[in-house]
């Protein structure tokens, strides 16, 4: 079987298959298009929940910490 070792004494030792290793060629970080996507989506995400708060509650977040 792959990954496991029978000792001289007949017991069996099981080690982890460890994962292939990669070397990724571009940098992971910066402002990548995978970044630069997940930024927007989130700023989107962000901006429909404070017009859904605002419509729910009549007050915008700055009038919501105010005290209305």
Not at 14 to 22: R, V
Not at 24 to 35: C, D, K, N, V
Not at 53 to 63: A, D, F, I, R
């Amino acid at each position: 079987m792959k990954g496991m070792v029978t000792e001289e004494q007949g017991r069996l030792n099981n080690y982890a298959i460890e994962p292939k290793m990669y070397v990724a060629e571009e940098s992971e970080f910066g402002f990548t298009p995978e970044a630069e996507k997940l930024n927007g989506r989130l700023a989107m995400i962000g901006f429909v929940s404070l017009l859904a708060l605002e419509v729910l509650t009549g007050h915008g977040l700055v009038g919501l910490f105010s005290g209305f």
